[in-house]
């Protein structure tokens, strides 16, 4: 893969990288449910002097410098009230992602967003929030809450995770519920640092155990035409059931009458906060209770948080969800 970084070259890509959900505070950024695939990145030597930022609310690219990037993307992916160790983790992530979209854009372009390397959407890449708008949102702790994140990126500068040598893809989600998912149970692809693990530290997620009742009409609607005659049994009651699920009983596949439905697009159209659920049929509504916020692989947001309070260091969190990987500064990579 590449080489070393040299001269002024070197110089100037260092002063870039050293500047320095839940869903989020702002929106659900952590929702990364498309397929993927899990490959290397090109070498770091390809890596842009700064970072061009496709800001989808105001149709418009911006550049700026990764660390002031990145406090901007903690902003809207983590509440600012979290413990210091768990927006550490959270910097570290944010900069994996980062780094390795930049590697990638750089070896042949990205898609979704021409010309820029990431976007502010939080379906796509992500979230991402102004300073003066975030400040906004806080009110009187907007200048307070501002220099927190900036203290935990800056603490963090340079940092990112590796699995053998290698940048991971650092994904994140709200809170799993107790228990993280697997990567080839909700995706396509696989990667071994993305294992499920053991979580004791977010039961006070909000989104930790929740339900949410539908009725049979919504149900029925939430569904297209062609699909919703055959939804219903001679009783009325939906014709659902689980095709196949995660042994950890994350749901993978859904039958709705005679068609089958991903967990994301069941998800979607129920407007469901997990795909780790049981349900029951009423007399006239279905009752979904749900366990976590988002996907379930990779960091667990509020289970950084709790962990954080009980004594862990981000470098422990970051170990913790992301299986036998490394925190390293990115200079050295590829050496």
Partial sequence: MGGRLEGGLFLLLLLVFTVTVLPPLFSPAKEKEEKKEYVFPPPLDTVPFSLKVYNHREDCLTEMELEEYLV???AA???????PEALRAQAIAARTYTVRKILSAA????TGHPGAVVCTDHTHCQAWIEEDKAKENWGETGEENWQKLK???ASTAGLVITWQGELIDAVYHST???NTACARDVWSGDAPYLEAVACSFCSHSPWYSTEKQISYEAFFSAFNEKDALPVAAGDGTPRLKVVEASPRGRIKTFQVGEKEYTAHDFRRKLDLPSAWLE???GADSLLFVTRGYGH???????GADGAGEKGWKAEEIIKYYYR???IVPWKNLHK
């Fill in 77 to 83: 992916e983590m509440p600012a009230s979290f413990h």
């Fill in 296 to 302: 379930g692989v990779g960091l667990c947001q509020y």
């Fill in 324 to 326: 036998e990987v490394e």
């Fill in 72 to 74: 901007g993307v903690v």
């Fill in 176 to 178: 799993c519920g107790g």
């Fill in 279 to 281: 349900y029951a049929c």
């Fill in 151 to 153: 203290a935990a990126v």
């Fill in 107 to 110: 070896g042949g372009g990205s």
